[in-house]
Nanobody
Framework: QVRLVESGGGLVQPGGSLRLSCATS????????MAWYRQAPGKERELVAR???????YYADSVKGRFTISRDNAKNTVYLQMNSLKPEDTAVYYC????????WGQGTQVTVSS
């Protein structure tokens, strides 16, 4: 069974910061690029950031310069540091492989509001 467990979401004011975590399995983590996706109400799921096995990264234009994706190989965990948060960042955030697999976790809710 695929392990994808997101955590770290919550309510934050505009301009604030959050760090999301994604715990996954050793096999999945070792051989795949990992990514964060998000889905806001009434909108399609979109790719936010990805990190490749070689360490290279990619960010959507909407989050570039504000979000940072990283990984801890010893813990099989992927992180998303989110700074300068905006109301339009409000969404459920999911982690998965890139390209994404068939299984999705429950995600973690991020709400940016004053």
């Amino acid at each position: 069974q695929v392990r994808l467990v997101e955590s770290g979401g919550g309510l934050v004011q505009p301009g604030g910061s959050l760090r999301l975590s994604c715990a996954t399995s050793r096999v999945i983590f070792s051989i795949n690029a990992m990514a964060w996706y998000r889905q806001a109400p009434g909108k399609e799921r979109e790719l936010v950031a990805r990190i490749f096995t070689g360490g290279g990264t990619y960010y959507a234009d909407s989050v570039k310069g504000r979000f940072t994706i990283s990984r801890d190989n010893a813990k099989n965990t992927v992180y998303l540091q989110m700074n300068s948060l905006k109301p339009e960042d409000t969404a459920v955030y999911y982690c998965n492989t890139y390209p994404y697999g068939l299984y999705w976790g429950q995600g973690t809710q991020v709400t940016v509001s004053s």
